[in-house]
């Protein structure tokens, strides 16, 4: 696919912007990010700013508002909500401006259970709105570890979450499948260093095609790479095609994605 323009629409539902206090992740602005969407063949990517989910969710969500001003045909923005940090005050800004068009949430980062109080705001903002919720999952975490979300889904179920990672490691894409099994309202992004063709493979065998979603974890994460673990997947095109945009459009509702006219639905 690289070098060339691929057959595939993409859509990544989970990517960063900007630098991280821990590491240094190289080109990480966005316009280096939409010359390697170039490359990818990928139409939107939605981004969380690194500052949003680390320092400061309100400073952050300015800087992602600010990287879909400067591309607004290629990147949409999740809104941060930091349980430490004013949720309230992020979920008004959230609801009064349409470039947002989701809710991230890093429960672990946080250091805070995703089934704990401070997101019932959240939970209930989405389920009245529609709007879909990414949240970090990993395996073995006392704050996000996948099966934690079905105590969310069984309250919240009209809203929609999607497990970043799928729970990283094998076991932790095990235990998110079967959550996801028993709670529709859960889908499965694949994004993570342990991430392989045949775990996404399993995924879509167990869950269906419909509720598996391409990201790229993009800076961290080469999209490049990412991107490569779902083209080389052995999967049929049909599911493919589902994984890499189809499902993004179908979820992406409340406030669609840039570049939804002529895209199938």
Same mark, same amino acid.
């Given at each position: 696919?690289? *070098?060339?323009? @691929?057959?595939?629409?993409?859509?990544?539902?989970? +990517?960063?912007? !900007?630098?991280?206090?821990?590491?240094? /992740?190289?080109?990480?602005? +966005?316009?280096?990010?939409?010359?390697?969407?170039? &490359?990818? *063949? %990928?139409?939107? $990517?939605?981004? +969380?700013?690194?500052?949003?989910?680390?320092?400061?969710?309100? &400073?952050?969500? $300015?800087?992602?508002?600010?990287?879909?001003?400067?591309? @607004?045909?290629? /990147?949409?923005?999740?809104?941060? /909500?930091? =349980?430490?940090?004013?949720?309230?005050?992020?979920?008004?800004?959230?609801?009064?401006?349409?470039?947002?068009?989701? /809710?991230?949430?890093?429960?672990?980062?946080?250091?805070?259970? #995703? %089934?704990?109080?401070?997101?019932?705001? #959240?939970?209930?903002?989405?389920?009245?709105? !529609?709007? =879909?919720?990414?949240?970090?999952?990993?395996?073995?975490?006392?704050?996000?570890?996948?099966?934690?979300?079905? +105590?969310?889904?069984?309250?919240?179920?009209? $809203?929609?979450?999607? &497990? *970043?990672?799928?729970?990283? %490691?094998?076991?932790?894409?095990?235990?998110?499948?079967?959550?996801?099994?028993?709670?529709?309202?859960?889908?499965?992004?694949?994004?993570?260093?342990?991430? $392989?063709?045949?775990?996404?493979?399993?995924? #879509?065998?167990?869950?269906?095609?419909?509720?598996?979603?391409? !990201?790229?974890?993009?800076?961290?994460?080469?999209?490049?790479?990412?991107?490569?673990?779902?083209?080389?997947?052995?999967?049929?095109?049909?599911?493919?095609?589902?994984?890499?945009?189809?499902?993004?459009?179908?979820?992406?509702?409340?406030?669609?994605?840039?570049?939804?006219?002529? #895209?199938?639905?």
């Amino acid at each position: 696919m690289i *070098g060339r323009r @691929p057959g595939h629409r993409v859509v990544d539902v989970h +990517a960063h912007l !900007g630098p991280y206090s821990l590491f240094f /992740i190289p080109e990480s602005d +966005a316009a280096s990010m939409v010359a390697v969407m170039e &490359l990818t *063949g %990928t139409d939107v $990517t939605v981004l +969380a700013a690194n500052r949003a989910i680390q320092q400061d969710a309100h &400073l952050g969500n $300015t800087q992602s508002l600010a990287a879909v001003d400067a591309y @607004p045909d290629r /990147i949409a923005a999740y809104a941060v /909500i930091n =349980p430490w940090q004013d949720p309230e005050r992020e979920l008004e800004r959230l609801a009064g401006d349409e470039r947002f068009v989701g /809710i991230k949430v890093h429960p672990s980062l946080h250091r805070y259970p #995703v %089934t704990g109080a401070r997101y019932a705001a #959240v939970w209930e903002f989405a389920e009245s709105t !529609g709007c =879909p919720v990414l949240s970090h999952s990993e395996h073995q975490s006392p704050y996000d570890a996948p099966a934690m979300f079905q +105590a969310v889904a069984e309250r919240y179920p009209g $809203t929609s979450i999607v &497990l *970043g990672h799928a729970g990283i %490691t094998p076991p932790g894409v095990d235990e998110a499948i079967a959550a996801a099994r028993r709670y529709e309202s859960l889908w499965l992004e694949v994004c993570g260093s342990h991430m $392989t063709g045949p775990l996404i493979r399993s995924m #879509v065998d167990q869950v269906g095609s419909g509720r598996v979603l391409f !990201g790229s974890d993009f800076p961290f994460i080469d999209q490049r790479m990412s991107l490569g673990r779902v083209v080389c997947a052995p999967l049929a095109e049909s599911q493919r095609q589902d994984v890499l945009s189809g499902n993004a459009r179908k979820l992406f509702r409340w406030r669609p994605l840039p570049g939804e006219r002529g #895209v199938d639905q």
